[in-house]
């Protein structure tokens, strides 16, 4: 049984992006978040987009982002496409990411961070956790954001589940 097999079967926690361990987030919210995903997705590695119910995240649903992963044009790097950001997201970043390409996002820095994240994520194929600040209208705003795989067959990850707590 390889690593990510016996994490699947096992483990109920996450990966800390800045340390590499396997942890919990500090927020109740995203700790209910990963426990709601794990029950989704059973024995599988993965739950899919189905098996995920807005309704059972109305806890959270401000906080939550939807973002579908697609192959690059001719070879190139990964695509992500906000499906569905809530609005808690608007008030921290100042746009409206709901249905845009992250490559059009208009602040270079959080496109940076959000990508590298989603590339941890993907190597590791495990949910991540990290804490950050951010600067929102000349104040600090400090939050942990949790990103949980999707995939729609069970190998490869298809979208990315992300709570901000």
């Given at each position: 049984?390889?690593?990510?097999?016996?994490r699947?079967?096992?483990?109920?926690?996450?990966?800390?992006?800045?340390?590499?361990?396997?942890?919990?987030?500090?927020?109740a919210?995203?700790?209910r978040?990963?426990?709601?995903?794990?029950?989704?997705?059973?024995?599988?590695?993965f739950?899919?987009?189905?098996d995920?119910?807005?309704?059972?995240?109305a806890?959270?649903?401000?906080?939550i982002?939807?973002?579908?992963?697609?192959a690059?044009?001719?070879?190139?790097p990964?695509?992500?496409?906000?499906?569905?950001?809530?609005?808690?997201?608007y008030?921290?970043a100042?746009?409206?990411?709901?249905?845009?390409?992250?490559e059009?996002?208009?602040?270079?820095?959080?496109?940076r961070?959000t990508?590298?994240?989603?590339?941890?994520?993907l190597?590791?194929?495990?949910?991540?956790?990290?804490?950050?600040?951010?600067?929102?209208?000349?104040q600090?705003?400090r939050?942990e954001?949790?990103?949980?795989?999707?995939?729609?067959?069970?190998?490869?990850?298809s979208?990315?589940?992300?709570?901000?707590?």
């Amino acid at each position: 049984m390889n690593r990510l097999e016996e994490r699947s079967v096992q483990s109920n926690s996450a990966i800390e992006d800045a340390t590499g361990a396997e942890g919990l987030p500090a927020h109740a919210d995203l700790r209910r978040l990963l426990e709601y995903w794990n029950l989704q997705r059973g024995e599988r590695a993965f739950p899919r987009r189905a098996d995920i119910d807005p309704i059972d995240l109305a806890f959270m649903l401000d906080r939550i982002a939807l973002t579908e992963v697609h192959a690059g044009v001719d070879d190139g790097p990964l695509r992500y496409r906000l499906r569905l950001v809530g609005t808690w997201w608007y008030r921290m970043a100042g746009f409206e990411a709901t249905g845009t390409w992250l490559e059009d996002w208009p602040h270079a820095n959080l496109h940076r961070i959000t990508v590298e994240f989603y590339r941890a994520l993907l190597k590791g194929a495990w949910p991540r956790f990290t804490r950050r600040d951010a600067f929102v209208d000349g104040q600090v705003l400090r939050y942990e954001i949790m990103l949980l795989p999707l995939s729609e067959d069970g190998e490869n990850i298809s979208m990315i589940l992300t709570g901000i707590g």
